[in-house]
């Protein structure tokens, strides 16, 4: 009798191999059955999502790299562009093609996932090129392989290469529509970085080593944030600035507390937030954090003043963000590349705070400014400047306008599958209730209602 194709081809025999471990080992380690994992391995049964992670955890790699087929196989993305990315992305692939016969399944693995979140990153930025070529390249994928065998290996090399993967996940983070994308392979890095972190390191790297896993642990808060997971949030933040504080890296530290803080203020805390966040000033001061991110956290505390009706203390940070991002130089400082605070952000924020204090025709004025500062693409950002702007338009009386700005936050919170935005979307419609009855209402209601 013919032997079926197996439907559920994967690479974790191939991976538990180059782990050192054996199917026994393994099994021992999960507590799954040494039959069900030979099953797993053959690809003849599915591998539940518990135990995929279960055994990824084990091997130190993201579950998606135990399932998905590499580009070189030719094989599903495991993102999805549009047809127009696609055909843009196809002349930045020879530049990517970089991965080599003697890597490791795991490390060409690795390699296709960074490969295939850079495609529209490249596309969007040329000057990229280059920098994207540098990070691919087999011979610092086969540092970072032998320095996993050997984690008390790591030299000054393998670490530059690490921070500069953890700086390009900040850019796609701030160039991807989902957020969401890119949560296994960051979660994949950090747990690379933590096996080399629990290995016996001279101080020097062991230091790096805790500011890198605290940076990548903020992108990970970042994205769990995005997709309203304040749970998850908060234990990012708070291993960022236990890893930041024993790396002694007091920038990653305020830049850390000023995120935790803000999740204090994304639940409605906002008065509980303002210690931290001033906490976080003091040490970002202190550590010469540059203008721009200074400016992020005083823009943070200015939106908390305006929460509490506390117009001058309010007006008087917002001048301080100002002055900040005037002293900020662009490319000085790495940290620049770990807040992305621009003025177009500045326009959202100060709009944000008009809004809280009432000034509507301001709120109206910065709002409309951060829409032309900002990319048209259906962003997060986008979809949260329209639902303020909405909340500007509905005290105003504007409610038609308010409804139209709304469908727009909608469509653009959709299709950036931010639950974050979404819920902003949610809680604007619950604004409008007292004019449930009116057409341009009731048809934002039914919107809502199909999701």
Request: aromatic content about 4%.
């Amino acid at each position: 009798m013919r032997e079926k194709t197996p439907n559920h081809a994967n690479h974790l025999r191939a991976a538990i191999k180059e782990a050192g471990l054996t199917i026994a080992e393994v099994a021992r380690e999960t507590g799954i059955p040494v039959r069900t994992l030979f099953d797993y391995c053959a690809g003849r049964v599915r591998i539940p999502r518990k135990r995929l992670e279960a055994i990824a955890r084990l091997l130190a790699c993201p579950p998606e790299l135990l399932v998905c087929r590499s580009l070189s196989d030719g094989g599903p993305h495991l993102l999805e562009w549009t047809q127009s990315a696609e055909a843009e992305a196809g002349e930045a692939l020879p530049l990517l093609t970089v991965l080599g016969e003697g890597a490791t399944t795991i490390d060409r693995l690795r390699r296709a996932l960074l490969q295939q979140l850079l495609l529209p990153l490249v596309t969007a930025a040329p000057w990229l090129h280059r920098t994207t070529q540098e990070l691919l390249e087999a011979e610092a994928w086969e540092r970072l392989a032998l320095a996993l065998r050997r984690p008390s290996r790591t030299d000054a090399a393998t670490l530059a290469h690490l921070e500069a993967v953890t700086d390009l996940y900040w850019e796609l983070y701030r160039s991807s529509l989902a957020k969401s994308d890119l949560q296994h392979a960051v979660s994949g890095h950090l747990m690379t970085l933590n096996q080399l972190l629990h290995a016996q390191q001279p101080l020097a790297i062991q230091r790096r080593l805790c500011a890198v896993c605290s940076n990548s642990a903020q992108i990970l808060g970042e994205i769990a944030l995005d997709q309203h997971d304040t749970e998850r949030a908060a234990t990012s933040y708070r291993l960022a600035i236990e890893l930041a504080r024993e790396g002694e890296q007091s920038a990653l530290w305020a830049l850390a507390a000023g995120r935790q803080a803000w999740l204090l203020v994304y639940q409605g805390a906002g008065k509980a937030a303002l210690p931290t966040l001033e906490h976080a000033l003091a040490l970002g001061q202190s550590s010469q954090l540059s203008g721009q991110s200074l400016a992020w956290l005083e823009m943070m505390r200015a939106e908390v003043l305006a929460q509490e009706q506390d117009r001058s203390g309010c007006e008087r940070a917002l001048e301080h963000v100002h002055s900040w991002l005037d002293q900020s130089q662009a490319g000085q400082s790495p940290d620049q590349r770990w807040t992305g605070f621009q003025v177009s952000a500045c326009a959202a924020y100060e709009g944000r705070c008009y809004l809280y204090l009432g000034s509507l025709s301001q709120a109206r004025a910065s709002l409309q400014q951060a829409l032309q500062w900002l990319s048209a693409a259906p962003t997060r950002r986008r979809a949260l400047v329209l639902v303020d702007l909405a909340h500007v338009a509905g005290r105003e009386g504007e409610l038609e306008e308010a409804c139209s700005l709304a469908e727009e936050a909608l469509r653009c919170a959709c299709q950036a599958r931010s639950p974050r935005a979404l819920r902003a979307v949610h809680r604007l419609a619950q604004a409008l209730q007292q004019w449930k009855r009116l057409p341009c209402v009731a048809r934002l209601n039914r919107m809502l209602r199909q999701l």
